[in-house]
């Protein structure tokens, strides 16, 4: 009988589509989303992103049935820019707080995107995925970079860092057409301010960046964050103003707590 329960409850941690369970992170078992429901599953929090920006559709799929479809528009989910940043709009799917990843352990995300061959090559800024420290309310921190994210700018893929005033460019695509085709993408993560971190990144199962050292901004007084941090996963399309529309595509999500370190 116990051992009978304890499958149950390692099953109910893998959480694919909707439903009123709230997920949560077991070692060495994923919660995964494949947008293979009708409607959007309990895994994302959708306060970055209009009802009317997602569509779960069955024309572009990477695996299965169907695929989330995300378009941005002008003005949706408008952000003024704060301390001389541009204004910025988003749609973007948030992982939900119980999927939060924390300092010192380690992760495992994948997930596949696809731009249409008519998406807009600009000189903008663009992310379309994006890793956040999590800052707590009324800190100095909350206009900060992503401590780590996928850009797409004038036709080129890249995979920066920002640990501070400065960005750092990890890894950028060498010209080729990333769209009118799937990315596979698969990161695995250890977010910590001290050398102990790492990001591991394929792209089409090709290894693309193996870093190792600080992943995150200390965690102080003068920075803002608490000590230890939370971090939290983001994807889809935030960019700077701009009056053309986008969209894009989204399959095969999948995120895995790999290790845990002991409090």
């Known amino acids: 009988m116990n051992k009978l329960f304890s499958l149950l409850i390692i099953a109910s941690a893998v959480i694919v589509g909707s439903g009123c369970t709230r997920p949560k992170l077991v070692p060495g078992v994923p919660v995964q989303d494949g947008f293979e429901t009708p409607s959007l599953s309990n895994l994302w929090a959708t306060d970055k992103i209009l009802a009317s920006d997602y569509a779960i559709q069955s024309v572009v799929v990477r695996s299965g049935k169907s695929a989330i479809q995300i378009t941005l528009h002008t003005s949706d989910h408008f952000e003024a820019g704060q301390h001389g940043n541009n204004n910025s709009e988003r749609a973007e799917l948030t992982e939900v707080y119980q999927l939060y990843s924390t300092e010192g352990n380690s992760y495992a995300f994948s997930f596949s995107m696809f731009l249409p061959p008519d998406f807009p090559i600009v000189d903008t800024r663009l992310v379309i995925a994006q890793w956040k420290q999590l800052c707590e309310w009324n800190r100095k921190c909350d206009d ?8 797409y700018r004038v036709g080129i893929l890249s995979v920066t ?30 977010f910590t301010a001290d050398t102990s971190g790492y990001i591991t990144a394929f792209l089409n199962d090709s ?21 230890p941090s939370r971090f939290y996963f983001k994807m889809g399309l935030y960019r700077d103003v701009m009056n053309q529309p986008m969209t894009i595509y989204i399959d095969d999500y999948s995120k895995e707590l790999l290790s845990a370190e002991k409090k």
């Open 144 to 151: 900060n970079s992503p401590v780590l994210a996928i850009r």
């Open 161 to 190: 860092q920002s640990l501070g005033a400065h960005r750092i460019t990890l890894w950028q695509s060498s010209g080729e057409d990333v769209r009118n085709k799937w990315m596979d993408f698969r990161f695995r993560i250890r």
């Open 207 to 227: 290894l693309i960046l193996n870093y190792t050292g600080a992943t995150a901004y200390q965690e102080n007084d003068s920075t803002g964050y608490p000590s």
